[in-house]
């Protein structure tokens, strides 16, 4: 409630010729400076017309009264708290009319409406502050009505708080259906990148047996029937080098012995320790060695192709028994190399 400042230490009550001594008023609200002695130039108060103090304490009543009342009601149960005002009889004919003050008369009942002052004088003081859609639901208090606002606004805020986390939650279960779906589809990319490379896997696989397949028309076994005795690498003291150059087919003298692939002879005839060999040089410039054959059936600078027979197993040169001796020589080179997988990777199977 805002404060009032003090009234001014004059008389404001009404002016009265007649001479006969009239009370003295003391003030209603004295202040520190208002009852201090008076020192120093003195003024003589002005005699005006006693409504300012008369409307500051009736005013000061009114708000009094009104909050006493809702405190009342508020409280409940409570006494009333008892209120003493001022004997105002003296200035009370001096006061104007109610109507005739600006921004109060339109706020009073000229009288007309009978429903309207019944109903101003029924309602109390203590329903100050009630709506009028408050007075519908029957709070009636200013204690009720306030208990009625809290609570409203407490299921305001718990409806807030409420939207907020189902905000949140719907968030959260759309962030968690996001990453489901990105993880499904990630293991769909990741079956479909293996079926995919599975596919090309057997699709080399495939074109490389047609290769193979392809390869091994083109490429043929020298000996038909056979039975492989020696392999490359293999260490004995009946080589010079130490250990076995070639790949040995025992066969019986005699069987005959076939051009492995397509090429030239650049040599057949007796070579030492080899017997009698024959050298099929292909297209490539791989050398191809048939050693310790019993009689030759090519010449030098001789075409063959591909099964074309060029000599028979024999027991020639440094040999233990019949057999055919093949070494194979890349690019023409001295040193061989092993004729197992050269031969698998022709297609053949040795």
Known sequence: MASNRPAPNFFYGPEDDSGVEQETWEEWNPTEESI???RGRHRTARRRGGFARSSTVLGVGVVAAVGAGGIATAQGGKPP????MPDLSAVKDSLPEAKSLPGVGSLISDGSD???DSGATASPLSGAGVTQAEAADGQTGAGEALRARIMQQAETQQDAADATAKQAAEEAAAKQAAAEAEAKQDVAKAKELAAKKKAEAEARRK????RLAKLAKSFKLPVASYTVTGTFGQPGSMWSSGYHTGLDFAASTGTPI???HSGTITEAGWAGAYGYRTILTLDDGTELWFCHQSSLNVSAGQKVST???IGRVGATGNVTGPHLHLEVHPD???TG???APWLRDKGLTP
């Open 307 to 309: 099964g074309d027979v």
């Open 332 to 334: 023409g080179q001295s």
């Open 81 to 84: 708290v008892h209120i003493s």
């Open 258 to 260: 076939r051009a492995i």
């Open 114 to 116: 009978s429903d309207s």
């Open 337 to 339: 190399v092993d004729p």
């Open 207 to 210: 074109a490389e047996a047609e």
């Open 36 to 38: 201090a002695p008076v």
